[in-house]
């Protein structure tokens, strides 16, 4: 979408717009490729070593739930930031295996990017459900 | 007919980021953040800020559209009120999505949390525009003011024109929730505690602990805005001239100033 003219800008500060959008940090989403294939390799360890010790449990509980190779593809569907943390959507797919939706926040610490919080978003309306 | 729809049944595209609070506060605390909304001081606050009032305006345009479908033996006046103001927040969210995007931002770069759909949770129309018109449109005319002065001080006139704008309506939505909340329960003071004791808490769970204060008393930060150095307010203020503009009285104003959130018929 383009941005309309919204009239008067001769006491404005500054260009227009006057900041620029944050783009995601190439090594987040590199973090975030890596997760997602180690998940569907079915690389406990690999996940594992990419995990915050607050999100194992969860972080667990969904690598149970991928069986090794059933998915092959992934595709990143949403992206939301609260200050440098990232939340991010993403879904899995594969040759007659049904859609699995994840969604997680990856916080860095040191250059490395680590796994926060986990939610398995697979038959569920949204992330809001409780 | 089901009333009080959960939140996880509003649409949002599939890109989106929903969240529940705890999760969203959860986040802000781990970075050392205060765990509540973006604060006036933070690199973020107006993206931040402006993405979370268009969420809201969002979020209540869907929640007048409900009020309208879900009480359809209310009066007719107060049917075309409610398909006003649907209309005036479908402009809100129009204006702060072009804002979003004057601030280098854009709709979705944030999550978006569930918590202002709680202020539809109520099963009475009286109730309903306590909670939604005076609640929550009373705490959005303290944002709006905030971020009119902050505008005023950063000498940026295009927000300082749009949310001021906005302020118009949200005063004139305070306006029409005090008028059916006291048309809808008369000659029913027991209905009438009921509307009260429901936009309580809505103005309890905005009150962030009594943590706001009056435009006068907040304290300030220095931040600096491209060449000029500016002094904004360290936290959420209650903007007490533009509530009583909304017809709010002096003992309520006062009342939330303290970390009351009780209110009175007027």
Known sequence: MKMPDLGERGNVTGPQPIAQIVEPPAAMLAAARSLLNALMRGDRAGVEAMTAEQAREDMDRIASEIKPGRYDKFELIGRGRISRHYFLKARLTGTDAPRFTIQFRLGEDDGKWTVREALNLTGRRSGWTK | ??????????????????????????????????????????????????????????????AAGRTLYDFPDAPWEFQLDMARQVWDESRHAEIYMKLLEYVGSYYGEFPE??????????????????????????????????????????????????????????????????????????????????????????????????????????????????????????????????????????????????????????
């Open chain 2, 113 to 266: 949390g569930e918590v202002l759909w709680s202020c539809t949770q109520a099963e009475d129309p009286a109730a309903r525009v306590a909670g939604i018109n005076r609640g929550l449109e009373g705490l959005a005319c303290d944002v709006f003011e905030q971020l009119i002065r902050i505008a005023q001080k950063m000498g940026d006139s295009t927000i300082e024109r749009s949310v001021d704008y906005v302020l118009a309506d949200e005063i004139t939505h305070v306006r029409m929730g005090s008028k059916w909340m006291r048309q809808l329960t008369e000659g029913d003071p027991e209905r009438l505690k009921r509307a009260q004791a429901f936009q309580d808490s809505i103005d309890d769970l905005f009150n962030f602990g009594g943590g706001r204060t009056t435009v006068e008393q907040a304290g300030h930060i220095k931040q600096r805005v491209n060449e000029k150095e500016i002094e904004i307010d360290s936290s959420i203020t209650i903007a007490r001239e533009a509530r009583l503009l909304a017809g709010f009285t002096e003992e309520e104003i006062d009342r939330l100033i303290k970390g009351f959130g009780k209110s009175s018929a007027y």
């Open chain 2, 1 to 62: 007919m089901q009333r009080m729809i959960p939140v996880d049944k509003l649409a949002r595209p599939e890109d989106h980021i929903l969240l529940p609070a705890q999760r969203l506060r959860k986040a802000r605390g781990e970075q050392g953040l205060t765990p509540g909304n973006a604060m006036p001081y933070e690199d973020d606050f107006l993206k931040s800020r402006m993405h979370g009032i268009c969420a809201g305006e969002f979020q209540a345009m869907e």
